[in-house]
């Protein structure tokens, strides 16, 4: 078991801590699996990113009402944030892992997000033979959006194999 774990607050303290203590099961930052060249990529796509704007193809509905305002909106604010070079970042690094360790299984919290889509890809680009397992332990309720997909979506959005919930299951 490895925990593959995003260091939000004093990072640079927080990798020295790890270090000094060498915790079991092994906690590896994600910045950790990240080479130099690899942060120039980031860094070059987030910049084509921000220059160059995704267009939305095809109509946006979400029962019947169009909200391409929202998604063009959603993928303005990413670029501009640096969400998605944080995102892409999180995904070279799963990447490098799954290239470096064999991973047969990968546990993650499911809740369909940015975050985890780039993790999945990453790993799955690595590793076609990892086991993604997602868990989900809240209660799903209509208003959970992001775990609403489209067809066309469901086809190209990275998912696990397998998941599991510990909270109450929404049935609409």
Same mark, same amino acid.
């Given at each position: 078991t490895i925990i593959f774990a995003? @260091? &939000? $607050?004093?990072? $640079? =303290?927080? @990798? /020295?801590r790890? =270090? %000094?203590? %060498?915790p079991q099961p092994p906690v590896i930052p994600v910045e950790a699996c990240l !080479?130099? /060249?690899d942060l120039l990529a980031c860094g070059m796509r987030g910049l084509v990113? /921000? $220059?160059v704007r995704p267009r939305v193809q095809g109509p946006v509905t979400l029962e019947g009402l169009d909200v !391409? &305002? *929202?998604i063009r909106q959603a993928l303005r604010e990413s670029a501009c944030s640096g969400s998605f070079v %944080?995102? *892409?970042?999180w995904s070279y690094a799963a990447r490098r892992l799954a290239a470096t360790v064999p991973v047969r299984q990968w546990f993650y919290p499911f809740e369909n997000r940015a975050l985890e889509k780039a993790v999945l890809w990453g790993v799955r680009e690595a590793s076609p033979s990892t086991e993604l397992i997602g868990w989900q332990n809240s209660a799903l309720t209509p208003s959970h959006l992001n775990f609403f997909l489209g067809s066309a979506e469901a086809r190209v959005t990275p998912l696990p194999d397998a998941m599991f919930a510990t909270g109450v299951i929404s049935k609409t």
């Open positions: 995003i @260091i &939000v $607050v004093q990072p $640079v =303290r927080a @990798i /020295w790890l =270090r %000094r203590i %060498r !080479s130099g /060249w990113q /921000w $220059v !391409s &305002v *929202l %944080r995102h *892409l970042g």
